[in-house]
């Protein structure tokens, strides 16, 4: 059985920094990819960042390429996401999750994750 805990949500002015972490216990044999999405009130989750773990390749989604990082500690068993230069419209609740299959682009889609932690809130204010 897989859990992903998320840590490192809060409240931040805009133009500041958070850095999200994603912690993964149990069996993780077979996982292909870590990646974080974000849903806003009454809104499906977006893909934000995903990483495949054998290699380190990253994918992005558009609003946040060259504000956000991905990353991973494989000794640690978890993956960060750097969020840097931070908008009021990146408030939302983000999650991390980890799938078992797929490559390149459709690591954003949610329907490619099969484990989903249970969310952090962030709050970026004005």
């Known amino acids: 059985h897989v859990q992903l805990v998320e840590s490192g949500g809060g409240s931040v002015q805009a133009g500041g920094s958070l850095r999200l972490s994603c912690e993964v216990s149990?069996?993780?044999?077979?996982?292909?990819?870590i990646g974080w999405f974000r849903q806003y009130p009454g809104k499906e989750r977006e893909g934000v960042a995903a990483i495949v773990t054998l290699g380190g390749t990253t994918y992005y989604d558009d609003s946040v390429t060259g504000r956000f990082t991905i990353s991973q500690d494989n000794a640690k068993k978890t993956t960060y996401l750097q969020m840097d230069h931070l908008r009021t419209e990146d408030t939302a609740m983000y999650y991390c999750?980890?799938?078992?299959?797929?490559?390149?682009?459709?690591?954003?889609?949610?329907?490619?994750?099969?484990?989903w932690g249970q969310g952090t809130q962030v709050t970026v204010s004005s």
């Open positions: 999750a980890a799938g078992l299959d797929g490559y390149g682009w459709v690591l954003l889609r949610e329907e490619w994750y099969t484990y």
């Open positions: 149990g069996s993780i044999d077979g996982t292909n990819c």
